[in-house]
């Protein structure tokens, strides 16, 4: 990617909130579409050069490196990621997605999610984008909220072929939702 394309995606990032779609194919942690119809993948949105590393921490099998400098976007060595999801609610960004499109009844996105009442599974919900426009119906498959997670779910949607790398975030509809605060 040219400097001259970097900065302007940068300033889009910065303007709106959401990565242009030529930054988004740039970022060093996003997996090829073959690996991704492989299985299971971690997908590293990070789009800016800030000090962080717990991505690269918190990979159990050492697939994402951020490297001696810690302002370096984290790369992704697809062919050791095996799509645990750790990486996911370690993100203070929440940048880091798990996508797997190798299933014939609909992709898998795991996306974290810091809201209550949480969502639960067999729940249907909202995906949405990016930029938060809904895209498409999806169903809870499931919802990590171990004590690793530090009070950041991870929540995994079934979503329709050709959606899990468009899906980034999901909206609960107001009936079969549960309040885990409750207990």
Known sequence: MSDEIRKEAAGQLRKSG??????LQSCPGVPCVERLHRGACAVVECGEEIPCNPCEANCPRGAIHVGDDVTARPTLDEDECVGCGVCVSGCPGLAIFVVDQSRSDGDRVTVP???VPLPKPGDAVEGLDREGASVCRAQVIAVNVGSQNDRTAAVTLRVPKGF???VRFLRCEEQGVHDETKG
């Open 164 to 166: 899990g790398m468009r």
């Open 113 to 115: 999610y810091e809201f």
């Open 18 to 23: 959401v990565l242009a779609e030529e930054e």
